[in-house]
């Protein structure tokens, strides 16, 4: 019989990814007061072949392209992450886009300490 569990994930995001991995080119996060951002090499993939999704406070990514003929014979990719989105991040504004470099960009936008807009006040208006 097979049985499932879960394991909630209770770390910040300076670990969110493996140690090793964590300044390898591959993954970078940052996480300030405006948004929590990742990047991830995705280079081998098209827009197509990306999928992001938002499910409750995690950000589930997972691409995949089925064999395709290289140089040296054939070649299959796919790159699955996870990631829980800091508290003070609203999961209502996030958006995705892969850069022309191939860099996968998600950015989470932090949620606003007040409900009224910031005006900024210029020196000279008197």
Known sequence: QKSTMSIEVEHDCGIWDWPMNANDGVVQIHNDPEKFEVH????HFTPAEIEVKVIGRLV?????????QGPHGSIARSLNRTYKLPEDVNEHAIKSFLSPRGTLVITAFKKSNTSYPRILLEDDAW
């Open 40 to 43: 991830i090499d995705a280079q």
């Open 60 to 68: 589930d990514i997972h691409a995949e392209h089925k064999s395709r």
